[in-house]
């Protein structure tokens, strides 16, 4: 018989929950690179960051929603249009 295991970001999950796992590891990793794409941007005038907020029901509906100033918006689709 052969031994199976799964892992994922370094730890061990079993064959049952697997899906769930790496389900969170996907979400996690796109909310990071957003992170590091806009987590640099500040309002000029008020210094105020964008606010990130994840929603998901599964893997295959997921919307990311920014909230911030105007001019904080503006930016992020700006700098998410080139990426």
């Known amino acids: 018989m052969i031994d ?3 892992e994922i970001n370094g730890r061990k999950v079993s064959p049952n929950q697997i899906s769930n796992v790496l389900e969170k590891a996907v979400v996690q990793e796109l909310q ?3 992170m590091r794409e806009i987590g640099s941007i500040r ?3 008020t ?3 964008p606010r990130l907020k994840v929603k998901r029901n599964n893997i295959n509906n997921l919307s990311f929603e920014v909230e911030g ?3 904080v918006i503006e930016a992020v689709k700006s700098r998410l249009k080139n990426m």
Do not use: A, V
Request: net charge negative; hydrophobic share 20%; charged share 45%.
């Open 32 to 34: 990071d690179k957003l």
């Open 43 to 45: 309002d000029s005038k």
């Open 4 to 6: 199976l295991s799964f």
């Open 47 to 49: 210094g105020e960051r």
């Open 69 to 71: 100033s105007p001019d």
